[in-house]
Structure formats: structure tokens, C-alpha cells
């Protein structure tokens, strides 16, 4: 059996939202679940989303392609100043910490220091943010990667994969979908949903913290 390449958009501690999608789509062994980044700060429960993610991976395999937020929270507990990541939610993390980092989990810790800059499969392409043209995957610097946003003129990529990306909180509860990319940021900390791409269908399966659920939607549908 050929499992499934399952892609989530940018969680910012909606912990109820990504465990609603994952009691839906059923995990199995077979599968794998790549996180895009952002899975913590700004939204309520950013431990437990970490927990959550962690015994996934006694389930599956999980890629955890690090994100903006995570590169702060790791600079954080490397001991640099705390102030521009508390600014930017940051402090709702550390609340779900119980105020403090001194004890930060090793599990939590050791899956923010081996995500990945990038992940690839042989149709697509996942960051958290952007690519710079021109530019090999692999030389590519973690500004674009991390930080730099869509401005809506992104090129398809030269290896004719479709760029798969979070980072651009889109309004509205859909993902955007452009030629040759999408970007799954919906906005889950605002009250928007959670999304998971199902890479290989293009079915997306959409969740709110509140514990609301939706699928039936594809990115063909948004295509037309």
C-alpha cells in the first residue's frame, strides 16, 4: 500500500484544530505528515501541538520543515534575546510552558533542531515561506526561506514542481492557489481553519480550534 503525503499549513498553537484533522484523515503507518512551519506561538496551546507532533512520530513518519517562529523559539533557548520573538507571539508559547523555558522538553527540542530547511518529493515542493529565483533549493538562504512572503508574481519553479508554502496568512478560510503554487496559511490563530493538503489528490481537509471540520474541497476546485 502506498500511504498518502499529508502537508499542513501554518498551526500557531491551534492544538484542538490540528488534532481534529488528525482524528478525520486517519493516520496510518503508511503515511507521511509534513509540517510547513509555525506550529507554535500566537494561538493558545503551542506545547501541546509540539506534543502532538512528537508522538506522531511513533505513528509515521513526520518532516517538520522549520519555520520563521520555530527560528526564533531555537535562538530563544540558545540564549539570545527573548523580546522580538515574545513580540511575535512568543508569548503565548511561553504561556503554555508554564511561563518558562528553563525546562523545555528534549523531545520538543530535538524536533525543532532536526527540521529541515525544505522538503520534496518528485511533484512538489514544500517551505515555510518562499524561493528565491534563480537560486538551487539548496543554496537557498533562510531569509526566503523563513521569512520573505508572497507577493502574488512568484514564477512556477524552473523543476516544473508545485511550491507548496505557508508563512502568507490568506484570509477567507481557502488556500491561494497561483501557477505552479500554493500557500496554506488560512489563519487558523485568527479563527480561520488549519489546512491539510493531501499532495498526491489535492483534496484539502480544513479544521477550526473550535473543533469544527470540513473537507470536500480540492485544489482543482480552486484552480477553475
Not at 525546562?103 to 520534496?120: C, G, I, R, S, T
Not at 488556500?175 to 505552479?180: D, I, M, N, T, Y
Not at 489546512?195 to 479544521?207: D, K, N, P, R, Y
Request: glycine residues 12%.
Amino acid at each position: 500500500m502506498t500511504g498518502r503525503s499529508l502537508i499542513f499549513g501554518d498551526i500557531h498553537g491551534c492544538d484542538i484544530a490540528l488534532e481534529t484533522i488528525l482524528d478525520h484523515v486517519a493516520v496510518t503507518a503508511d503515511d507521511t505528515m509534513i509540517f510547513l512551519g509555525d506550529a507554535v506561538d500566537r494561538g493558545p496551546d503551542s506545547r501541546r501541538v509540539l506534543d502532538i507532533i512528537v508522538k506522531l512520530q511513533q505513528v509515521c513518519q513526520v518532516v517538520f520543515v522549520l519555520g520563521n517562529h520555530e527560528e526564533m523559539l531555537l535562538d530563544v533557548l540558545d540564549g539570545g534575546d527573548a523580546s522580538r520573538w515574545l513580540r511575535h507571539g512568543g508569548s503565548a508559547t511561553l504561556k503554555s510552558y508554564g511561563g518558562m523555558l528553563a525546562q523545555f522538553p528534549k523531545d520538543h527540542e530535538e524536533l525543532l533542531v532536526n527540521a529541515v530547511p525544505y522538503w520534496q518529493d518528485h511533484a512538489n515542493i514544500g517551505v515555510h515561506a518562499n524561493i528565491e529565483p534563480g537560486v538551487e533549493l539548496s543554496q537557498q538562504q533562510p531569509d526566503w526561506l523563513r521569512w520573505q512572503s508572497l507577493t502574488g508574481m512568484e514564477f512556477p519553479h524552473p523543476s516544473g514542481r508545485r511550491v507548496i508554502c505557508g508563512h502568507s496568512g490568506i484570509p477567507g478560510g481557502l488556500p491561494k492557489v497561483g501557477e505552479g503554487w500554493v500557500c496554506l496559511d488560512t489563519l487558523a490563530y485568527k479563527g480561520g481553519y488549519l489546512t491539510c493538503l493531501h499532495a498526491e489528490s489535492g483534496e484539502l481537509f480544513q479544521s477550526q480550534q473550535s473543533g469544527a471540520y470540513r473537507s470536500g474541497v480540492s485544489l482543482q476546485d480552486l484552480e477553475r
